[in-house]
């Protein structure tokens, strides 16, 4: 395997400056004089500090971090947690390193475990009830770190408590078109569907098996799409290489909103009271079906019916069938069903974030958030504690320079350590929905580092010259650069960023690193085969830090109106190619549409122009009215009715769509809709989300200009 | 008739401040040295400037500019609509009195006219349709104004046409509490429901009747509720005093929404495809109930049934019958049925806002708006042209200023002619959706004058002397001051004012002045009766131009967050005593509101202090964190979840309520229903009303604070 490094930075907005810069640093300029007050207002980024805090940034603090936040199995409100809460309030609080405040923000949340008294069980039993297979229930212990008691068995959180019997199928990844195909094999009511991770979300595996009649989902982890392939022999796996044991297991939240469930759009606070019960939100979770999550490689060759076509096949050494459904006569299951036993029970539980301040000199109501999420399912070496090492080698460099008096940032830097992601996003939601206008109408950036590297690998070159070797693209206006992955963005719409070690040549493009979400994502596997060393954990503290302290201390925002306005073009050409034919035929014109994004071209290159002409360094009001245009910029996106069916979404040009195509994507989604129904209602809905974005659009063009 | 003066400020937000300085502008301040940058940035408001204003507003520019905007009849999109687009236009863009620019905004929106051809008809048929009474179909002309071929016949805008027939019934002001009496006494099915004005709205008068069969509603003035109770002689009335003469119709839309039916929420340009057909939104305005609006003095004497109660009671001098349903066996009109036809007609049309600007020297993207509508019925000499008569002297007058350079405003001033509010505050609203995001994060306030007048009077003493007298309020931190009248407010939340001289003591408290909407609001009319001299007009004008000049170049915008938080207490100590009792029963706590209602007082003397320890005129940059603070305070009160049933509302302040009560409208009208129904459901959502309006508040305090 060809080992590479790659760092993907996931934008939702126009904060392509930062990457231009990114491979620039370390151009020094001449030493400040002593403040005066005026000056210190209109004080650009010092590159020279910012070469300091790279030279000071250090792996060896990465991987103690590292070491010290996996001891214990740390899920979201156990007393592992706890501990890695007072760990971070330690570090934050230090008087020689620490921030300038460090405080707990505590919810009250929906959660849901597995009943050790009931645990989670899967059988294959015969028609008189007499069980003739039992799925393991836990992972094999291959480091004395498995042995911790509270390693959590592995279960599908939220998968409602009960029993239930089915003949089995294989539904390949659940997707819509794999059921659609299934259920022209079969009667799949009553059955008990298997299906393997990827390819679609958790909880879709069993929303899109509902309407068939499908009583149960199973869902286990197939070698052939985390193990490159085909290895997944005991001898190959883990603790001999990196790859995924057989016994290996991925946890997992199957919940498909974001936040506390019985809060929506509440913080879960104590002073604000519980809206939902846990019976009225059942049906978002789904009433009938019942999830697990095991491996199996006895069950498949047992399988009847038919083979699976190509696409369906994995790696155990045995055709997939789609299943009888059930089993082959020939088999020692003939008759037999499976059944599957789920013990899980739900519980409002105090989660916390740990949040940390540096107050900013100069634009104190101006933040740059900065964070991770601190729970895991098991250890969580790579998620999340490598993004964790990360930040908190971060606020360390930044922390004693703060207490050290030889830097403040101009806008304030706050961190946060989120509490519950695993359950939902559940502590970084809730936060937002706590401060959600403060946050909305001050932040400048959010940067997150979940997993900083999930995959082996470096060049000796820059970090610039891997990133624009390995994941580029060609702007028409600024050639060939680093290209971010485009991420989706919830309610607050505040321009955002993620980076990642990750690796661009695994051979099926598995979808993450093996040990995700087991037992076996612990720091003997980090230290051992993802990072030995800790230069990658390094480099993207690096990296992450110098686009925070950008961010933070630049005079002029770096980021860019002009590189938005490349995105809707390049959207609306591909809206044009896949769409205009078809809606002149409906008598829907794109007209508006183009005239819009050509406002919005317009707006930018003016403010640009603005920028360029204006002497920033006399005119403090002026860089804060330009910085306000560009920090606001992605609020304009925003529309509360236009997808009222997508839970938080609200933003017309980086919401999920199931479309997949590089377009706006309500106008993806309602295009495929109608175009698959042919009803005038669907066509109407796609008439309205042209209007939306039209008026999206026009919307944020205007704002570039300062008045009218 | 005690004659008094009164000015009622309608007021969404913090703008308490004000109302403390109008009372005394004049306090001079020693002249600024020539400007430099440093001191233009930190310049505060000029009180010689102001007083400077004060004595150059004219009353007989004032008395000009009416005589000039009433000319004609100017209902939205007509002719004489465009000969005041080109009246605002001509002054806003004079080369020695204009604004900095001045342009036309249009709208292509939907509205209901009646059909020249196919006239609107109340007849009374008898059981083999002869006719028996024809009510007349237009005022009776008593000036030449009333000649004009474009005074548009009485009629009701957006009732659908068509033709119905049905026996009578009086059914009083058409409220809810009416029509459930009038039930009790008769079977309402396919009756025809003749109500008065006032006391709903005038689609309510029909949606409320709708449940029980009624056909239709005809909508009247009753000379008890417009002209101080008794006087309706054809002597005792307009053109002899300024009392409604019998033939005197209001004219008014039945639309219930906001902005353009076609496009919610979307701006109705070009570029907006339409997204509702007007098929689609017929259900908005009501299928089954046909609306006509006529003064009938001769049905009721021949109204059968029993007596309706005092309340309902009229100024036609005979007893007010419930109705048989129909007439008396002994009236001419036995066995007569009423019928109505409707030849209304809907249709797009381009409505014009005529908009204006002066752009702030030192912060020009801060706005500070001034609005009324152009458009009336017919000539709408107090209704609109009163407002904007008021506005064109206020702009002549800093126009001139500003061309003759010897001032420009700290931040931008926005002058707003709205078009078609008649038909449902379309042009406004328009605009509001077309620029939603820029004007919600920039906007300082909004300042509406439309009705400048509407009651004779005037005592000689100061504005605020009058102010305080006949209108006032104590308040636990400034003692008795000047009571503001406070108005809900519609999505985006902006601080807003409204201006009107008014008489308080009317024997009824008449909702309006006796010719509103009618063919009789003429120049003559407001010259003669409502404003001989123009003088309370030109109070208006100083008043409202004294305001605008301090929330445009005050360095400290004067918003006061320490009065909102008394608003917050005020409402809360409402809610305890109307609810907590019963909440406790139903196990629902208001600690949680009243917490937050504390944290609120508390963060906003935390600002106030930080305010006082500040030296303001040395940290320009600071002094925009507060504003922005202050701005945007309200904004943090939005909710677009909280009133899905309520088009348009987002507020959980300042959102309509049905109940009626100085409290929390979402709590209040929650609460009213639970109490009613009992409903456990119901009593979940006053929870759920608890809930966002303690994180509302919350949030709020939130904002009030700098960083964390």
Known sequence: MLKTLLIGFGCCACVLALGIVIGHFGISKPESPALSWADDVVKDVDENFITTFLSEVDNKEIEQNLRELTKVPHMATTEGDEQTVQFMLKRWKDSESGLDEAWREEYSVYLSFPDPKNPNKVTVVNASNAVLHTVREKEINYTSDQNDPNVVPPYAAYSPPGNIKGKLVYANYGRP?????????????????????????????????????????????DPYDINDGLMSDQNETYPHSWYLPPSGVERGSFNTLYGDLLTPYLAAKGIVQKWYSPSEITPIILKHVTFSSKITRIEFPALDGKMAPNDWQGSFPCPYNFGGPGFKAASTFKDSKVKVDIGNYDVVKNSSNVMGIIRGSVEPDRYVIYGNHRDSWVHGAIDPSSGTSVMLEISRVLGRMVKQGKWRPRRSIIFGSWGAEEFGLIGSAEYTEQYFTKLSERTVAYINVDIAVNAPGFESTSVYDNWIKYTNKTSPTHGVIPRFLEVTTLRLSITSGSLLWTCPTRTIGARIYPAYHTAYDTFDYASKYIDPGFTSHQAVARTAGNVLLRLADSLLLPLSCGDYAETLEDYLKEAVMQYEEQLKAKDLSMEPIKLAVSSFRRAASHLEEVIKNSDLKNEPLKVRMINDQLMLLDRAFLDPLAFPDKYAFRHVIWTSSS???????????????????????????????LSILTQAIEGAAHTLTSTF
């Open 177 to 221: 078109n794999d059921y659609m195909l299934l259920n022209e094999t079969m009667d799949l009511r009553g059955t008990v569907a298997i299906t393997r991770y990827g390819g679609a979300g958790r909880a879709a595996k069993a929303i899109n098996a509902a309407p068939y009649g499908v009583v149960g989902v199973l869902v286990y982890t």
């Open 659 to 689: 479309a997949g195509k590089p377009t706006f994507p309500g106008l993806a989604d309602a295009f495929a809709k109608a175009a698959s129904s042919g009803q005038q209602s669907d066509w109407d809905k796609v008439h309205y989300h």
